[in-house]
Every structure is written in structure tokens, then in C-alpha cells.
């Protein structure tokens, strides 16, 4: 058959595969197969960090709101501390202040604080930040991976398919029914693919400025906490 024959015999014959894309991805076998199931599998962790980090993000917005009204009433760290430290144990904030807190002790037992510790306070608050904004942005580089690889591995499976289907082609003059079937298994690789990098790229954006609103709110309080520390001693030593 040559190649016009080939294609205008093309729409006829795919008249004749009812094939739906689930048909077509239930089916499909070796190499489109296993792609299928790494895109799935990359679909399905993708979604479960999108539903736990959404969740988990804008219920800490809500709760840091709270901790930061009820942290501008206090005038002292230690009793601020004290008290929003049972109340919000698992916010980063109270993580920081507590580092800052156990810094500025050690300091104290050296004698009486100066301008210059409050280097080593900055200095210990960074340590202590970096693990802290490694949690905010949890599951962001599973949501960027997948929405960059996921199109790249579906079109794998894609190409790898439709090369073993045009592989096995036999001179007949029902060559297109025979490989229309493969064609759309192998077609399905990038759909899947295209459907788990969608979503994925969307929530990597929206988490990601979520995230980082939180990662400067952090950054302020850190300030805060600094500008705190030198009105209470520096200024209380100099008077």
C-alpha cells in the first residue's frame, strides 16, 4: 500500500477501532504500560501533597494571625514566650522565638548583653529559620517535578509505542486497523502525562505563594524579635 492509499484510507479505518482512551489505557501493554503507571503514580502523590499542603497552609495562616495580635500585646519575651508557647507549640514563630530565647540565656551567663550579641543571636535565628522554611515549602519539589517531567514522560510513552506499533506493521491492506489500536494506547501516555503536569504546575504556583507569604511573615517576626531584644536589655543596660 502506498502512502496516499495509506492515508486516505486512514479515516475509514479508524471508523472501525471504537477504542475510548480508558479502553485504550487498560489495554496497552510493555513499555506505554509502564508509563502509564509512573504517571499515575506521580498523579496520585501529586494530589495527596496538594490536599495536605493546602490544608495545612491555610490553617497556619489562620493560626499564625492569632499568635502574631496576641505577641504585640506582650512588651517582654520571656513572658511572651511563656504563655503563646503552649498555646501555638507547633508554629514556627514560637520555634524562633524559643531559639532566640535559648541564645540570648547562653549569652547571659557571660554577662550582661551587648550590641554585639545580637550578631549571635541574628546568627543562631538563621540556623534556626532554615529548617523552618524547609517545612513551609514541603512537597513543592514533588509538584515541580511532576509538572515538568510528567509531559516528557507521557510523550516517551508515547513515541516508544507508536514506534513498536509501526514496528510490527505487516504489508496488508488492513494495516491501519491493525495499528490505529496502538496508536491510541500510545496516544493515551501523553494525555496522562499532560493531565498529571497540569494540576501539578497550578498548585506548584498557588502553594508556592502561599508558602513564601509565610516565609516573609517569618522574616518579619525575626526582625521583630531582634528589635525586641535590644529595646529590653541594650536600652535597659544604658539607662
Do not use: C
Request: hydrophobic share 50%.
Amino acid at each position: 500500500m502506498n502512502t496516499p492509499m495509506l492515508f486516505s484510507a486512514f479515516p475509514s479505518l479508524l471508523a472501525q477501532v471504537e477504542m475510548d482512551p480508558l479502553t485504550a489505557a487498560v489495554q496497552s501493554r510493555g513499555m506505554v504500560l509502564a508509563t502509564l503507571l509512573v504517571l499515575i503514580v506521580l498523579s496520585v502523590l501529586s494530589w495527596i501533597v496538594i490536599g495536605s499542603r493546602f490544608w495545612a497552609l491555610h490553617n497556619l495562616r489562620k493560626e499564625i494571625a492569632v499568635f502574631r495580635g496576641s505577641f504585640s500585646k506582650y512588651l517582654d519575651l520571656a513572658p511572651a514566650a511563656e504563655a503563646l508557647g503552649k498555646r501555638h507549640v507547633a508554629l514556627p514563630h514560637v520555634r524562633l522565638m524559643a531559639a532566640v530565647l535559648k541564645e540570648m540565656h547562653q549569652l547571659e551567663t557571660l554577662g550582661p548583653l551587648e550590641e554585639v550579641d545580637l550578631e549571635a543571636i541574628e546568627r543562631s535565628m538563621r540556623r534556626a529559620s532554615e529548617p523552618l522554611v524547609e517545612e513551609l515549602e514541603a512537597g513543592l519539589s514533588l509538584l515541580g517535578t511532576t509538572a515538568s517531567a510528567a509531559p516528557f514522560i507521557g510523550l516517551f510513552g508515547t513515541v516508544w509505542g507508536i514506534m513498536g506499533a509501526f514496528g510490527g506493521l505487516a504489508d496488508s491492506g488492513t494495516v491501519l486497523q491493525t495499528v490505529a489500536p496502538h496508536i491510541a494506547q500510545a496516544l493515551v501516555a501523553t494525555a496522562v502525562g499532560l493531565l498529571a503536569a497540569i494540576p501539578a504546575a497550578m498548585a506548584y504556583n498557588g502553594l508556592g505563594r502561599m508558602s513564601r507569604r509565610l516565609i516573609t511573615d517569618l522574616d518579619g517576626f525575626g526582625l521583630e524579635l531582634l528589635n525586641l531584644v535590644r529595646r529590653q536589655h541594650l536600652r535597659k543596660k544604658a539607662s
